[in-house]
Each structure stands twice: as C-alpha cells, then as structure tokens.
T-cell receptor, first 116, second 116 residues
Framework: DAGVIQSPRHEVTEMGQEVTLRCKPI?????LFWYRQTMMRGLELLIY????????DSGMPEDRFSAKMPNASFSTLKIQPSEPRDSAVYFC??????????????FGEGSRLTVL | AQSVTQLDSHVSVSEGTPVLLRCNYS??????LFWYVQHPNKGLQLLLK??????LVKGINGFEAEFKKSETSFHLTKPSAHMSDAAEYFC??????????????FGTGTLLAVQP
C-alpha cells in the first residue's frame, strides 16, 4: 500500500489567497483526520471524519477553514482567505475504527504551508 | 477529560546509553495509550500501544513502555540509543469518555538528541 498521500508537499502563497490541501487515505480505512503542527502550538486536531461524515470539527480555527470528504478515498482542507498565521505543516492521517478499539493512525508526510 | 503530560521537552543521551522518555496520563477510564515517533520532515509513526493487555508493551526498533496504573505513567525506554533514534516522540491517549473512540490526544512531544 502507498500509505496516506498528501498534496502538495509544499505550498507558498500570499495572504488572501485560497489554499486547498488534499489527502488520499489508505484504502479500507474508515476514519480520516486533519492535524496542524506548529512550533508554538504543537500538534492540533482540526477535524476528523468517520465513514466520510464529520464527527468533530471543534479544532477548526475559524470560518476560513473548511474540510470535506466527498468519498472514502479523498478529502480536502481549504483555507480561504489564507493568513500568515496559518503557516504550518498540515497532516492527514487515516485509521480503521472497529467501534470498539482505537485503531493505529497512519500519517501522511504532511503539507508545509507558508503564507507570506 | 483525558490528557497526557510529557515531562521533558528535550532529552539528550549518548549513543549506546539507555533512553527514558517520561509520560504521565490522566484518564477517568481504562486508557488506551500510545507512543508515536516523528523523524525530521516526516509524518508520525506508531512505536507501540497499550490497550489493557500486558502492562509491558514492546514496540518497534527496540523500544518498550510500561503501563503503571498506580503512578499513572507510561514511560518509554530503550536499553541502548542509536543515532537513528534522534527524533521527536509523542505520548498519546485515546479520548475515551465511557465509550470507544478513535480520537487521540497528543502530548507536547519530547525531542530526543543522540550524541556520538
């Protein structure tokens, strides 16, 4: 298996522009997570989906952030408009949740976003 | 609410000497606990997990952790450090609230440096 695939790996954009990050989870996994990592705040959970349905989006910073999962093999995280404080590494992770045990999270290699 | 506290933000050891990374947890329920490792510019990878079976858990790359309920601890150890162990290590607890969940709570991380 190719693992969790994220794109782009690096993105540099200017303040005010729209940014779309993409994620392809591992085939067969039913849960998908978006995390943000910065030096100041560490690793933060933004949102997660079970069976393509958003379960907890309490970590989404504000309305400028939105996430979708139209099907089991694809998810996007969109920032519009972007701001310099959004600069971070964004990780996507997937797992298989059986409903009884916490499954292992498999992480992608991250999308490093720089907003100028 | 469930939480983890990593007691050291940085740990430095010499190659060939033991590694100890400390983690204390807080949980109202029998917790699921994990250690993840992140190498530079990479995603996180599962090292090991505890889910109420044996209290001494063995993971990859010679790491192990012991669940001690009386001390609410889940410290990570390795008998002999290798240069390739230099990375950031995260202690993680499952965010249970009486039921199964696949939402994880990450500690703030411990950066392990290995000196030659």
């Amino acid at each position: 298996d190719a693992g969790v695939i994220q794109s782009p790996r690096h993105e540099v954009t200017e303040m005010g522009q729209e940014v779309t990050l993409r994620c392809k989870p591992i085939s067969g996994h039913n849960s998908l997570f978006w995390y943000r990592q910065t030096m100041m705040r560490g690793l933060e959970l933004l949102i997660y989906f079970n069976n393509n349905v958003p379960i907890d989006d309490s970590g989404m910073p504000e309305d400028r952030f939105s996430a979708k999962m139209p099907n089991a093999s694809f998810s996007t995280l969109k920032i519009q408009p972007s701001e310099p404080r959004d600069s971070a590494v964004y990780f996507c992770a997937s797992s298989f949740f059986s409903g009884t045990n916490t499954g292992e999270l498999f992480f992608g290699e991250g999308s490093r976003l720089t907003v100028l | 609410a469930q939480s983890v506290t990593q007691l050291d933000s940085h740990v430095s050891v010499s190659e060939g000497t033991p590694v100890l990374l400390r983690c204390n947890y807080s949980s109202s329920y029998s917790p699921s606990l994990f250690w993840y490792v992140q190498h530079p510019n990479k995603g996180l990878q599962l090292l090991l997990k505890y889910t109420s079976a044996a209290t001494l858990v063995k993971g990859i790359n010679g790491f192990e952790a012991e669940f001690k309920k009386s001390e609410t601890s889940f410290h990570l150890t390795k008998p002999s450090a290798h240069m390739s162990d230099a990375a950031e290590y995260f202690c993680v607890v499952s965010d249970r609230n009486g039921g199964a969940t696949n939402k994880l709570i990450f500690g703030t991380g411990t950066l392990l440096a290995v000196q030659p």
